[in-house]
């Protein structure tokens, strides 16, 4: 699978910006796809999940109610509608998916994803 994101760039706190991750290869053999972030200093945090083959989606806490991942089959292209923006959302946001399809508890971990895209940084200012 080879994933490539964009979208990002800089905001005021309370705006919205959207993510694109076009998908090519064996989506739905390697699911779900997902965004994760990393902020300086930190860790991979996992944001937000979709499956290409149920249409379920998983959040992480922190954005649940202002973000929103959805897909388009045709265009094998995967959204991420982030509204609301905080500063703590700032960091380099990236699309990834397994290998192979994972069981909804093991969505949210960086280390089980195998295909990453390059990312795309958001800037989010107080």
């Known amino acids: 699978v080879q994933l490539q994101a964009s979208g990002g760039g800089l905001v005021q706190e309370g705006g919205s910006l959207r993510l694109s991750c076009v998908a090519s290869?064996?989506?739905?053999?390697?699911?779900?796809t997902g965004w994760f972030r990393q902020a300086p200093g930190k860790e991979r945090e996992f944001v937000a999940a979709?499956?290409?083959?149920?249409?379920?989606?998983s959040y992480a806490d922190s954005v649940k109610g202002r973000f929103t991942i959805s897909k388009d089959n045709i265009k094998n292209t995967l959204y991420l509608q982030m509204n609301t923006l905080e500063p703590e959302d700032t960091g380099v946001y990236f699309c990834?998916?397994?290998?192979?399809?994972?069981?909804?508890?093991?969505?949210?971990?960086?280390?089980?994803?195998?295909?990453w895209g390059q990312g795309t940084h958001v800037t989010v200012s107080s």
């Open positions: 990834a998916a397994p290998r192979g399809r994972l069981i909804r508890s093991n969505w949210y971990g960086a280390h089980v994803h195998d295909f």
């Open positions: 290869g064996r989506t739905r053999a390697n699911d779900p």
């Open positions: 979709i499956s290409w083959t149920s249409g379920g989606t």
